[in-house]
C-alpha cells in the first residue's frame, strides 16, 4: 500500500464528513479495534489494524480491500458490523458502494487432542521392542 504524507492524510481528513472526521479519532473505536485484536491474538498488529481502519475513514482503503488485508474473517466481521456499518450513511457514497453486515465469523476451532499411542509393553512393564539391558 502506498505511503501517505502528513499533508496528504491532512488534506484528506479536511475533505471527510464531520462523522468520519470524529471516527478517525474516536477512542471508543479504537477500543473496539483494541478489543477485536486481543480477542483473535492480534495484539501485536493493533497499530497497524487501527491505521488501516483509518484508512478506510479516509477513503484511501475500501472496506472490501480492508478485508483482504486483514485476513482474518472474525476481526472483519466485528469491525466491519460495529464500526463501518455504522458509518454507511458516510462510507457509502465515498466508495460508491453500499456497505451491510457480515455474518459474525468464527474463531477456528481449537485442534481436538487425540491421545497419544502408547507403545506395547512387555510382561513385566517394559518396552518390548527394547532389548534388556545386562
Known sequence: MEEYT??????????????LQDAVYSNKIG?????????????????NILKQVGYVFLGILPPD??????????VFSKLNNEIFFNLKNSLDP???IK???VP????A????????PQQP???????RYLEPLE
Not at 31 to 47: H, I, M, Y
Not at 109 to 116: C, D, N, R, S, T
Not at 121 to 127: A, F, I, L
Open 65 to 74: 480491500e480492508f478485508k483482504k488485508v486483514l485476513n482474518n474473517p472474525a
Open 31 to 47: 477500543e473496539l479495534v483494541r478489543d477485536a485484536c486481543q480477542k483473535n491474538g492480534l495484539q501485536d498488529s493493533f497499530t
Open 94 to 96: 465515498l466508495y460508491g
Open 99 to 101: 456497505l451491510e453486515k
Open 104 to 107: 459474525e465469523a468464527k474463531h
Open 6 to 19: 502528513k499533508e496528504q492524510l491532512q488534506e484528506l481528513y479536511g475533505q471527510l464528513p464531520k462523522d
Open 109 to 116: 476451532p481449537a485442534a481436538e487432542k487425540k491421545p497419544v
Open 121 to 127: 509393553k512387555g510382561e513385566n512393564g517394559s518396552d
